[in-house]
């Protein structure tokens, strides 16, 4: 079984920035894409970004275009999220995971905790 280690949350005042990394643990595996989630207290998890292995495509949420920037390492399955000009809305819990095309694996992880307050 695999299964997401996120780190790399905080607190951070509005404006400020964190990256989080994302590493899988378990037996090794290949995937089409590797992507970020989030879930704010009382919400639906939603989709933030996504890297696609073949020809590196990403993929934002309109809510986090031009503030976040993902990236990733195929070989190791690694992925990281430059998150930039942070805002109170940003805040909750973030996931990431892997997954074939058009969908995503159930190896969620505990996920790292984002809080943007001042």
């Known amino acids: 079984q695999v299964q997401m280690v996120e780190s790399g949350g905080g607190l951070v005042q509005p404006g400020g920035s964190l990256r989080l990394s994302c590493e899988p643990s378990?037996?090794?595996?290949?995937?089409?894409?590797m992507g970020w989630f989030r879930q704010a207290p009382g919400k639906e998890r939603e989709f933030v970004a996504k890297?696609?292995?073949?020809?590196?495509?990403?993929q934002y949420a309109d809510s986090v275009k031009g503030r976040f920037t993902i990236s990733g390492d195929k070989a190791q399955n690694t992925v990281s999220l430059q998150m930039s000009s942070l805002k109170p809305e940003d805040t909750a819990v973030y996931y990431c995971n892997a997954g074939p095309p058009g969908g995503w694996f159930d190896w969620w992880g505990q996920g790292t905790q984002v809080t943007v307050s001042s």
């Open positions: 378990g037996r090794a595996f290949s995937s089409y894409h």
């Open positions: 890297i696609e292995w073949s020809g590196g495509a990403t």
